[in-house]
């Protein structure tokens, strides 16, 4: 791989260059988890000791890394793309391609946000208007499925302003660059 395939779009602009260094924490969080799994393995079958906490610790660090995986994804543009069309027209095309995909994702991810808002309140809220954060209901009762919902709406909001920064970006740019970047 080359060096450009390991770093955050041109085109994904500051944002991106954040989001892609945002990534390491999310690795690391990945790693936490996978330590965490082995010691409770370990308490487990060599002390009889099971931790209450373990699993859905695990859970929620894994969940948070892939949810965290679709920004990364986006401003890398390593998304994944059917080349049929994409490889067959030329730079003008794709060009217009690149922006129109990234207003369409755009507008899929403004959907998404909205339906997740209306979820994210479900489970921070009561009917009341009182806060009170939706939990597990396991033994540890932690509040993790609403702080996930939470994680997912911010994820989503970042989504849609990375495809608007990109869309703007594959506009202005000049016709040449986009078969560069996308081949």
């Known amino acids: 791989m080359s ?10 602009g500051r944002l991106g260059r954040i989001i892609d260094k945002g990534g390491y924490v999310f690795a ?10 082995l ?19 695990t859970t929620f660090l894994c969940g948070l890394a892939f949810l965290y995986g679709g920004l990364f994804c986006v401003s890398r543009n390593s998304h994944i793309r059917v080349v049929l069309i994409y490889d067959v027209i030329g730079p003008r095309g794709r ?10 994702s755009l507008i899929a991810s403004g959907f998404f946000a909205f339906a997740c808002w209306i979820m994210v309140s479900k489970s921070f809220w009561t009917p009341s208007g009182a806060f009170r954060m939706e939990t597990s209901g396991s033994a540890w ?13 911010l994820m989503l909001i970042a989504m849609a302003v990375q495809f608007l920064i990109l869309a703007l970006n ?3 740019a000049p016709v040449e660059r986009a078969s560069e970047n996308d081949a």
């Open 3 to 12: 060096d450009l395939s390991m770093r955050a779009a041109p085109e994904a």
């Open 28 to 37: 690391a969080g990945i790693v936490l988890a996978a330590g965490i799994l």
């Open 39 to 57: 010691l409770e393995v370990f308490l487990r079958y060599v002390f009889n000791s099971p931790t209450l906490w373990a699993h859905e610790t």
């Open 95 to 104: 060009r217009c391609l690149n922006v129109a995909i990234s207003l369409l």
């Open 141 to 153: 009762n932690p509040p993790t499925p609403a702080l996930v919902k939470g994680f997912l709406l």
């Open 170 to 172: 594959y506009l202005r």
